[in-house]
């Protein structure tokens, strides 16, 4: 099985590396959130005021467990990612903010539907990247819902 | 797990699977590397496994950007894994014998 030393040898090699890793992944993610993401605090002004979308990016059993209220369900790895987002494109554009969430600062799936978004013609200075996510949200205790009469009527009224 | 320890955890598992990966590739401290490795994807098949029968959406995350969620066959490629660092293991042992 190997000699003690040896292992003790490969974990501070690994140890050491992961250092490096750490800082330069915790100070790339600082400059991130600083740049493109909105705080909790922040995005619940934005709530309070009305006017706004909310997005959420994770898949509908996630967002049926609970989301944020009134925000609109945009699956990023549904098949029909991009029908979703040509049908809500009108409304998006409407409001005066386009909140996009998923869990939280581990999760890209937020960031990913933004670019997404932004490439379907959503304008740019609107759209918020909420990189806290749901479960911050939650925790604050700001307003959450499992209704899913929103999302049903937005999305199959513009089918019929 | 809270979320002040994924960040350092994903960066001791990212880093330990490149640094176990090049000190096997070039055969330095061969046995303890192949064990770490085989410990390592050990642990993901159970934390894959786990995930799987307990239902949790994993499309977030590690997995994001692939745009698939877990199934048995992450869990199928990971045993494969450990299955050919067996036999790396074995064929430099009784490779070094013979001769």
């Not at chain 1, 709530?47 to 609109?72: L, N, P, Q, T, W």
């Not at chain 2, 955890?9 to 085989?38: D, K, N, Q």
């Not at chain 2, 642990?43 to 995350?61: H, P, Q």
Request: hydrophobic share 45%; net charge neutral.
């Amino acid at each position: 099985m190997g000699k003690v030393e040896n292992y003790f040898k490969i974990l501070v090699l690994i140890l050491f590396f992961s250092f490096f890793a750490y800082f330069t992944l915790f100070a790339e993610r600082n400059k991130t959130e600083k740049k493109n993401g909105v705080s909790v605090e922040k995005v619940y002004e934005i709530y309070k005021k009305g006017a706004c979308f909310f997005v959420d990016a994770r898949s509908f059993e996630e967002y049926r467990k609970g989301h944020i209220e009134g925000a609109i369900n945009i699956p990023f790895h549904s098949d029909r990612k991009n029908d979703y987002i040509v049908k809500a494109i009108e409304f998006l554009n409407g409001a005066d903010y386009v909140v996009v969430y998923c869990d939280g600062s581990s999760c890209g799936l937020s960031k990913m539907l933004a670019k997404d978004l932004l490439n379907a013609g959503v304008n740019k200075e609107k759209l918020l990247i909420f990189t806290e996510g749901y479960e911050v949200w939650k925790e604050k205790g700001y307003p959450i819902s499992k209704d899913l009469s929103f999302q049903k009527a937005l999305f199959l009224q513009q089918e019929q | 797990m809270p979320q002040f320890l994924v960040l350092p955890f994903a960066s001791f598992i990212t880093v330990s699977e490149i640094v176990l990966g090049f000190l096997f590739l070039f055969g330095v401290y061969e046995i303890e590397t192949a064990v770490l490795l085989i410990l390592l994807n050990l642990v993901f098949v159970f934390a894959m496994g786990s995930a799987i029968i307990r239902g949790i959406d994993t499309s977030c995350g590690c997995f994001a950007a692939n745009g698939e969620t877990l199934s048995f066959k992450d869990i199928l490629r990971d045993l494969v894994f450990i299955f050919l660092i067996l036999w790396v293991i074995l064929g430099r042992k009784y490779g070094k014998s013979d001769s």
